[in-house]
Protein backbone atom coordinates (compact mmCIF):
# COMPACT_ATOMS: atom_id res chain seq x y z
CA UNK A 1 0.00 0.00 0.00
CA UNK A 2 3.25 2.20 0.22
CA UNK A 3 1.57 3.47 -3.74
CA UNK A 4 -1.36 5.50 -1.81
CA UNK A 5 1.64 7.63 0.14
CA UNK A 6 3.47 7.97 -3.35
CA UNK A 7 0.15 9.17 -4.74
CA UNK A 8 -0.54 11.36 -1.88
CA UNK A 9 3.03 12.91 -1.60
CA UNK A 10 2.60 13.50 -5.76
CA UNK A 11 -0.66 15.58 -5.35
CA UNK A 12 1.06 17.75 -2.04
CA UNK A 13 3.74 17.93 -4.41
CA UNK A 14 1.59 19.46 -7.12
CA UNK A 15 -0.17 21.98 -4.47
CA UNK A 16 2.94 23.23 -3.23
CA UNK A 17 4.37 24.14 -6.75
CA UNK A 18 0.99 25.39 -8.02
CA UNK A 19 0.57 27.55 -4.94
CA UNK A 20 4.01 28.31 -3.25
CA UNK A 21 4.10 31.79 -4.79
CA UNK A 22 1.32 32.81 -2.74
CA UNK A 23 3.85 32.43 0.32
CA UNK A 24 6.22 34.79 -1.13
CA UNK A 25 3.33 37.11 -1.58
CA UNK A 26 3.11 37.85 2.21
CA UNK A 27 6.64 38.41 2.23
CA UNK A 28 6.44 40.98 -0.57
CA UNK A 29 3.03 42.22 1.58
CA UNK A 30 4.66 42.75 5.09
CA UNK A 31 8.31 43.96 3.49
CA UNK A 32 8.13 45.60 -0.12
CA UNK A 33 7.25 49.84 0.30
CA UNK A 34 3.56 50.44 -1.54
CA UNK A 35 3.40 52.11 -4.82
CA UNK A 36 2.95 55.62 -5.21
CA UNK A 37 0.04 57.04 -6.11
CA UNK A 38 -0.45 60.29 -8.44
CA UNK A 39 -2.76 63.19 -7.25
CA UNK A 40 -6.46 63.22 -7.11
CA UNK A 41 -8.74 64.18 -9.60
CA UNK A 42 -12.03 64.98 -9.27
CA UNK A 43 -14.14 62.27 -10.69
CA UNK A 44 -17.52 62.05 -11.21
CA UNK A 45 -19.17 58.70 -10.25
CA UNK A 46 -22.28 56.53 -10.05
CA UNK A 47 -22.91 53.87 -7.87
CA UNK A 48 -24.50 51.03 -8.99
CA UNK A 49 -26.61 48.77 -6.32
CA UNK A 50 -28.19 45.73 -7.38
CA UNK A 51 -30.91 45.10 -4.51
CA UNK A 52 -33.36 42.31 -3.74
CA UNK A 53 -35.28 42.10 -1.10
CA UNK A 54 -33.30 44.38 1.22
CA UNK A 55 -34.82 46.30 3.31
CA UNK A 56 -33.42 45.66 6.00
CA UNK A 57 -29.91 47.07 5.18
CA UNK A 58 -30.36 49.42 2.06
CA UNK A 59 -30.84 52.64 4.33
CA UNK A 60 -27.66 51.91 6.63
CA UNK A 61 -25.33 51.68 3.01
CA UNK A 62 -27.12 54.58 1.54
CA UNK A 63 -26.35 56.70 4.62
CA UNK A 64 -23.05 55.51 4.63
CA UNK A 65 -22.65 56.49 0.72
CA UNK A 66 -24.14 60.10 1.70
CA UNK A 67 -21.52 60.57 4.32
CA UNK A 68 -18.50 59.83 2.45
CA UNK A 69 -15.68 62.76 2.59
CA UNK A 70 -15.94 63.18 -1.29
CA UNK A 71 -17.55 65.51 -2.55
CA UNK A 72 -21.44 64.61 -2.55
CA UNK A 73 -22.43 66.89 -5.62
CA UNK A 74 -19.66 64.58 -7.60
CA UNK A 75 -21.36 60.93 -6.61
CA UNK A 76 -24.56 60.31 -7.58
CA UNK A 77 -26.36 56.68 -6.38
CA UNK A 78 -28.51 54.18 -8.02
CA UNK A 79 -30.43 51.46 -7.00
CA UNK A 80 -31.96 48.40 -9.13
CA UNK A 81 -34.82 47.07 -6.80
CA UNK A 82 -34.87 43.27 -9.01
CA UNK A 83 -37.52 41.43 -8.57
CA UNK A 84 -38.17 43.10 -4.95
CA UNK A 85 -41.45 42.00 -2.93
CA UNK A 86 -40.51 44.04 -0.23
CA UNK A 87 -40.17 48.02 0.65
CA UNK A 88 -36.48 47.82 -0.93
CA UNK A 89 -37.64 50.58 -3.61
CA UNK A 90 -39.52 52.98 -1.29
CA UNK A 91 -36.83 53.07 1.15
CA UNK A 92 -33.68 53.50 -1.46
CA UNK A 93 -36.03 56.35 -2.89
CA UNK A 94 -36.76 57.98 0.53
CA UNK A 95 -33.07 57.68 1.07
CA UNK A 96 -32.00 59.75 -1.79
CA UNK A 97 -31.60 57.02 -4.13
CA UNK A 98 -32.87 56.89 -7.99
CA UNK A 99 -34.42 53.44 -8.46
CA UNK A 100 -35.07 51.21 -11.48
CA UNK A 101 -37.94 48.24 -10.77
CA UNK A 102 -36.79 45.24 -12.47
CA UNK A 103 -39.13 42.35 -13.09
CA UNK A 104 -37.75 39.79 -14.37
CA UNK A 105 -38.20 36.18 -12.77
CA UNK A 106 -36.60 34.15 -16.55
CA UNK A 107 -33.17 36.24 -16.23
CA UNK A 108 -31.78 35.86 -12.49
CA UNK A 109 -28.44 37.25 -10.81
CA UNK A 110 -26.23 40.08 -10.03
CA UNK A 111 -25.09 40.02 -14.14
CA UNK A 112 -28.53 40.78 -15.04
CA UNK A 113 -29.53 43.26 -12.94
CA UNK A 114 -26.18 45.60 -13.25
CA UNK A 115 -26.61 45.26 -17.07
CA UNK A 116 -30.57 46.38 -16.60
CA UNK A 117 -29.23 49.19 -14.22
CA UNK A 118 -26.27 50.67 -16.55
CA UNK A 119 -28.31 50.36 -19.35
CA UNK A 120 -30.92 53.07 -17.79
CA UNK A 121 -28.63 55.32 -16.89
CA UNK A 122 -26.64 58.48 -19.01
CA UNK A 123 -23.42 56.73 -18.96
CA UNK A 124 -21.69 59.58 -20.53
CA UNK A 125 -22.02 61.79 -17.37
CA UNK A 126 -19.55 59.73 -15.49
CA UNK A 127 -15.88 59.02 -15.29
CA UNK A 128 -16.20 55.63 -13.48
CA UNK A 129 -18.74 53.60 -11.69
CA UNK A 130 -18.78 51.80 -8.30
CA UNK A 131 -20.90 48.63 -7.25
CA UNK A 132 -21.48 47.61 -4.09
CA UNK A 133 -24.10 45.24 -2.51
CA UNK A 134 -27.11 46.05 -0.56
CA UNK A 135 -25.37 44.88 2.79
CA UNK A 136 -22.03 46.81 2.50
CA UNK A 137 -21.32 49.38 4.75
CA UNK A 138 -17.97 51.84 3.11
CA UNK A 139 -15.79 53.66 5.35
CA UNK A 140 -16.34 57.11 5.29
CA UNK A 141 -13.42 57.53 3.19
CA UNK A 142 -13.86 54.63 1.06
CA UNK A 143 -14.66 57.02 -2.28
CA UNK A 144 -11.87 59.61 -1.52
CA UNK A 145 -9.32 56.82 -1.66
CA UNK A 146 -10.51 54.82 -4.32
CA UNK A 147 -10.55 58.06 -6.35
CA UNK A 148 -6.76 58.01 -5.54
CA UNK A 149 -6.06 55.09 -6.75
CA UNK A 150 -8.43 55.34 -9.91
CA UNK A 151 -6.69 59.08 -10.76
CA UNK A 152 -3.41 57.25 -10.77
CA UNK A 153 -4.24 55.53 -14.15
CA UNK A 154 -5.81 52.27 -13.23
CA UNK A 155 -9.45 51.85 -14.80
CA UNK A 156 -10.33 49.02 -12.42
CA UNK A 157 -9.47 49.32 -8.45
CA UNK A 158 -10.79 47.00 -5.69
CA UNK A 159 -10.81 47.93 -2.03
CA UNK A 160 -9.70 46.04 1.21
CA UNK A 161 -13.01 43.85 1.75
CA UNK A 162 -13.51 43.65 5.74
CA UNK A 163 -16.79 41.95 7.55
CA UNK A 164 -19.74 43.62 9.48
CA UNK A 165 -20.18 40.21 11.70
CA UNK A 166 -16.85 38.91 11.60
CA UNK A 167 -17.32 36.96 15.12
CA UNK A 168 -20.91 35.82 15.30
CA UNK A 169 -19.61 32.29 14.50
CA UNK A 170 -17.31 29.96 12.96
CA UNK A 171 -18.85 30.24 9.72
CA UNK A 172 -18.86 34.13 9.69
CA UNK A 173 -15.53 34.23 10.73
CA UNK A 174 -14.21 32.05 8.27
CA UNK A 175 -15.59 33.79 5.48
CA UNK A 176 -14.14 37.03 7.07
CA UNK A 177 -10.87 35.83 7.21
CA UNK A 178 -10.16 34.30 4.32
CA UNK A 179 -11.54 37.95 2.93
CA UNK A 180 -8.92 39.57 4.58
CA UNK A 181 -6.31 37.11 3.66
CA UNK A 182 -7.20 38.13 0.16
CA UNK A 183 -7.32 41.74 0.47
CA UNK A 184 -3.83 41.90 2.33
CA UNK A 185 -1.58 38.90 1.21
CA UNK A 186 -3.10 38.53 -2.03
CA UNK A 187 -4.18 41.86 -3.60
CA UNK A 188 -2.18 44.05 -1.66
CA UNK A 189 1.29 41.91 -3.11
CA UNK A 190 0.23 42.11 -6.33
CA UNK A 191 -0.47 45.93 -5.70
CA UNK A 192 2.91 46.00 -4.91
CA UNK A 193 4.54 43.96 -7.38
CA UNK A 194 2.65 45.66 -10.17
CA UNK A 195 0.57 42.80 -11.22
CA UNK A 196 -3.12 42.25 -12.06
CA UNK A 197 -5.30 42.15 -8.80
CA UNK A 198 -8.60 40.50 -8.47
CA UNK A 199 -11.67 42.21 -8.11
CA UNK A 200 -13.74 40.76 -5.04
CA UNK A 201 -17.45 40.67 -5.84
CA UNK A 202 -18.47 43.75 -3.93
CA UNK A 203 -17.05 47.55 -3.42
CA UNK A 204 -14.92 47.64 -6.49
CA UNK A 205 -14.92 50.92 -9.17
CA UNK A 206 -14.81 51.01 -13.45
CA UNK A 207 -14.21 53.71 -15.59
CA UNK A 208 -16.47 54.37 -18.13
CA UNK A 209 -14.13 53.54 -21.32
CA UNK A 210 -13.81 49.72 -19.54
CA UNK A 211 -17.28 49.04 -19.49
CA UNK A 212 -18.54 51.24 -23.06
CA UNK A 213 -15.61 48.36 -24.26
CA UNK A 214 -18.01 45.93 -23.17
CA UNK A 215 -21.27 47.67 -24.12
CA UNK A 216 -22.37 47.59 -20.53
CA UNK A 217 -22.17 44.89 -18.15
CA UNK A 218 -22.04 41.83 -20.33
CA UNK A 219 -20.49 39.27 -17.62
CA UNK A 220 -23.66 36.36 -16.54
CA UNK A 221 -21.43 33.52 -15.10
CA UNK A 222 -22.67 32.02 -11.39
CA UNK A 223 -19.28 34.47 -10.52
CA UNK A 224 -19.65 37.26 -12.94
CA UNK A 225 -17.29 39.40 -10.66
CA UNK A 226 -14.24 36.41 -11.07
CA UNK A 227 -15.40 36.32 -15.20
CA UNK A 228 -15.11 40.57 -14.82
CA UNK A 229 -11.79 40.13 -13.59
CA UNK A 230 -10.26 37.32 -16.12
CA UNK A 231 -11.89 39.15 -19.23
CA UNK A 232 -9.74 42.18 -18.08
CA UNK A 233 -6.72 40.71 -17.28
CA UNK A 234 -6.55 38.57 -20.42
CA UNK A 235 -7.10 41.83 -22.41
CA UNK A 236 -4.13 43.73 -21.04
CA UNK A 237 -6.22 46.04 -18.18
CA UNK A 238 -4.77 47.11 -15.00
CA UNK A 239 -6.52 46.22 -11.96
CA UNK A 240 -5.53 48.07 -8.97
CA UNK A 241 -5.82 47.83 -5.11
CA UNK A 242 -6.43 50.22 -2.41
CA UNK A 243 -6.07 49.10 0.84
CA UNK A 244 -7.14 52.05 2.44
CA UNK A 245 -10.49 51.79 1.31
CA UNK A 246 -12.23 49.35 3.79
CA UNK A 247 -16.02 48.18 2.96
CA UNK A 248 -17.50 46.02 5.88
CA UNK A 249 -20.23 43.43 4.20
CA UNK A 250 -22.28 40.64 6.55
CA UNK A 251 -21.22 36.85 6.16
CA UNK A 252 -23.41 34.04 6.20
CA UNK A 253 -23.70 32.45 9.74
CA UNK A 254 -25.83 29.13 8.49
CA UNK A 255 -23.53 26.02 7.23
CA UNK A 256 -26.84 25.70 5.06
CA UNK A 257 -26.72 28.79 3.64
CA UNK A 258 -22.73 28.84 3.11
CA UNK A 259 -22.87 25.53 1.34
CA UNK A 260 -24.87 26.82 -1.58
CA UNK A 261 -23.18 30.05 -1.32
CA UNK A 262 -20.01 28.52 -2.03
CA UNK A 263 -21.81 25.50 -4.38
CA UNK A 264 -22.08 28.80 -6.71
CA UNK A 265 -18.69 29.44 -6.34
CA UNK A 266 -17.47 26.65 -6.98
CA UNK A 267 -19.31 26.31 -9.79
CA UNK A 268 -18.85 29.78 -11.27
CA UNK A 269 -14.75 28.90 -11.24
CA UNK A 270 -15.67 26.15 -13.35
CA UNK A 271 -17.59 28.53 -15.92
CA UNK A 272 -14.96 30.98 -15.85
CA UNK A 273 -12.50 28.24 -16.48
CA UNK A 274 -14.53 26.89 -19.44
CA UNK A 275 -15.03 30.35 -21.47
CA UNK A 276 -12.15 31.71 -20.49
CA UNK A 277 -9.66 28.94 -19.66
CA UNK A 278 -7.78 29.26 -23.68
CA UNK A 279 -7.21 32.80 -23.09
CA UNK A 280 -5.58 32.33 -19.52
CA UNK A 281 -3.08 29.57 -21.30
CA UNK A 282 -2.25 31.61 -24.05
CA UNK A 283 -1.83 34.16 -21.18
CA UNK A 284 0.43 32.22 -19.16
CA UNK A 285 2.63 31.21 -22.40
CA UNK A 286 3.05 34.68 -23.44
CA UNK A 287 4.78 35.47 -20.22
CA UNK A 288 1.58 36.84 -18.16
CA UNK A 289 2.41 35.95 -14.76
CA UNK A 290 -1.32 37.58 -13.72
CA UNK A 291 -3.18 34.97 -16.32
CA UNK A 292 -1.12 32.60 -14.33
CA UNK A 293 -2.07 33.94 -11.11
CA UNK A 294 -6.05 34.08 -11.93
CA UNK A 295 -6.01 30.87 -13.57
CA UNK A 296 -4.63 29.49 -9.83
CA UNK A 297 -7.24 31.07 -8.24
CA UNK A 298 -10.09 29.47 -10.02
CA UNK A 299 -9.02 25.77 -11.26
CA UNK A 300 -6.06 23.77 -9.61
CA UNK A 301 -6.91 23.58 -6.33
CA UNK A 302 -11.01 22.31 -6.55
CA UNK A 303 -9.32 19.60 -8.95
CA UNK A 304 -6.44 18.18 -7.03
CA UNK A 305 -8.64 18.16 -3.77
CA UNK A 306 -11.28 16.85 -5.43
CA UNK A 307 -9.03 14.35 -6.89
CA UNK A 308 -7.24 13.48 -3.20
CA UNK A 309 -10.56 12.66 -1.80
CA UNK A 310 -12.24 10.46 -4.86
CA UNK A 311 -9.14 8.89 -4.64
CA UNK A 312 -8.46 7.89 -1.03
CA UNK A 313 -12.25 6.77 -0.70
CA UNK A 314 -11.52 4.27 -3.88
CA UNK A 315 -8.58 3.45 -1.93
CA UNK A 316 -10.61 2.87 1.40
CA UNK A 317 -13.08 0.40 -0.66
CA UNK A 318 -10.13 -1.51 -2.36
CA UNK A 319 -8.60 -2.43 1.04
CA UNK A 320 -12.02 -3.42 2.10
CA UNK A 321 -13.40 -5.34 -0.63
CA UNK A 322 -9.40 -6.86 -0.79
CA UNK A 323 -9.32 -7.54 2.73
CA UNK A 324 -6.26 -5.64 3.07
CA UNK A 325 -5.73 -3.38 6.49
CA UNK A 326 -7.52 0.23 6.10
CA UNK A 327 -5.21 1.38 8.58
CA UNK A 328 -1.86 2.30 5.93
CA UNK A 329 -4.57 4.13 4.19
CA UNK A 330 -6.24 5.95 7.27
CA UNK A 331 -2.86 7.21 7.99
CA UNK A 332 -2.24 8.76 4.93
CA UNK A 333 -5.28 10.53 4.84
CA UNK A 334 -5.25 12.15 8.23
CA UNK A 335 -1.38 13.10 7.86
CA UNK A 336 -2.83 15.30 4.31
CA UNK A 337 -5.32 16.60 6.40
CA UNK A 338 -3.01 17.64 9.05
CA UNK A 339 -0.92 19.41 6.83
CA UNK A 340 -3.45 21.08 5.45
CA UNK A 341 -5.13 21.93 8.47
CA UNK A 342 -1.50 23.53 9.31
CA UNK A 343 -0.92 25.36 6.58
CA UNK A 344 -4.71 27.10 6.68
CA UNK A 345 -3.62 27.32 10.39
CA UNK A 346 -0.65 29.10 9.26
CA UNK A 347 -1.79 31.58 6.64
CA UNK A 348 -5.36 32.46 8.71
CA UNK A 349 -2.43 32.97 12.05
CA UNK A 350 -0.32 35.67 9.55
CA UNK A 351 -3.37 37.40 8.96
CA UNK A 352 -4.93 37.80 12.09
CA UNK A 353 -1.19 39.24 13.62
CA UNK A 354 -1.41 41.47 10.68
CA UNK A 355 -4.73 43.05 10.69
CA UNK A 356 -5.36 42.77 14.67
CA UNK A 357 -6.78 45.80 14.76
CA UNK A 358 -9.14 45.33 11.87
CA UNK A 359 -10.91 42.60 13.02
CA UNK A 360 -13.61 44.44 15.20
CA UNK A 361 -14.42 41.28 18.05
CA UNK A 362 -13.48 40.39 20.94
CA UNK A 363 -9.93 39.27 20.98
CA UNK A 364 -11.06 35.23 22.55
CA UNK A 365 -12.92 35.01 19.50
CA UNK A 366 -9.89 36.26 17.09
CA UNK A 367 -7.87 33.71 18.54
CA UNK A 368 -10.69 30.73 19.50
CA UNK A 369 -12.27 30.85 15.87
CA UNK A 370 -8.52 30.87 14.23
CA UNK A 371 -8.52 26.66 15.01
CA UNK A 372 -12.25 26.28 13.58
CA UNK A 373 -10.87 28.55 9.94
CA UNK A 374 -9.09 25.57 8.73
CA UNK A 375 -12.25 23.32 9.20
CA UNK A 376 -14.07 25.58 7.89
CA UNK A 377 -11.43 26.00 4.32
CA UNK A 378 -11.56 22.26 4.32
CA UNK A 379 -15.17 21.93 3.32
CA UNK A 380 -14.67 23.66 0.16
CA UNK A 381 -13.30 19.94 -0.70
CA UNK A 382 -16.93 18.32 -0.87
CA UNK A 383 -18.29 21.43 -2.14
CA UNK A 384 -15.82 21.45 -4.76
CA UNK A 385 -16.43 17.36 -5.14
CA UNK A 386 -20.78 18.16 -5.38
CA UNK A 387 -20.26 21.13 -8.14
CA UNK A 388 -18.24 18.83 -10.66
CA UNK A 389 -20.70 16.70 -10.12
CA UNK A 390 -23.94 18.28 -10.31
CA UNK A 391 -25.30 19.71 -13.79
CA UNK A 392 -26.69 23.01 -12.90
CA UNK A 393 -26.26 25.13 -10.10
CA UNK A 394 -28.50 28.74 -10.30
CA UNK A 395 -28.33 31.65 -8.22
CA UNK A 396 -30.26 32.29 -5.19
CA UNK A 397 -30.40 35.15 -3.20
CA UNK A 398 -28.64 35.65 0.24
CA UNK A 399 -30.88 37.23 2.76
CA UNK A 400 -29.41 39.74 4.89
CA UNK A 401 -30.78 41.13 8.46
CA UNK A 402 -27.59 42.96 9.72
CA UNK A 403 -27.95 46.62 9.32
CA UNK A 404 -24.86 48.27 11.42
CA UNK A 405 -23.46 51.57 11.34
CA UNK A 406 -19.86 52.02 11.05
CA UNK A 407 -19.17 52.80 14.78
CA UNK A 408 -21.34 49.52 15.42
CA UNK A 409 -19.22 47.94 13.39
CA UNK A 410 -16.07 49.13 15.14
CA UNK A 411 -17.54 48.70 18.77
CA UNK A 412 -18.30 45.22 18.37
CA UNK A 413 -16.43 44.13 21.30
Not at 39 to 58: D, G, H, S, W
Not at 329 to 339: I, M, Q
Not at 368 to 393: D, E, G, H, N
Request: aromatic share 16%.
Amino acid sequence: MKWINTVNALLHALFFLCYAYQFFYIFVSLLKKPRQTFPAKANRYAVLIAARNEEAVIETLLTSLRQQTYPEDLVDLYVVADNCTDRTAELAEASGATVFRRTDSTLRGKGYALQFLLNRIDRSLYDGFFVFDADNVPDERFIEEMNRTFSSGYPIVTGYRNSKNFGDNWISYGYALWFLRESRFLNDARMRLGTGCAVSGTGFLFSREVIEETDGWNFFLLTEDIEFTVHHLCNGKRIGYCGSAVLYDEQPVTFRQSWRQRMRWAKGYLQVFGVYGKDLLCGILSGSFSCYDMGMNILPAAVLSVFGLVFNLSALAAAAVGGFSLLPVLLSVLEGLGNTYLTFLFIGGITVLSEWKQIHTTAWKKVFYLFSFPVFMLTYIPISLAALCKRRVEWKPIKHSRSLSLDQIRNDL
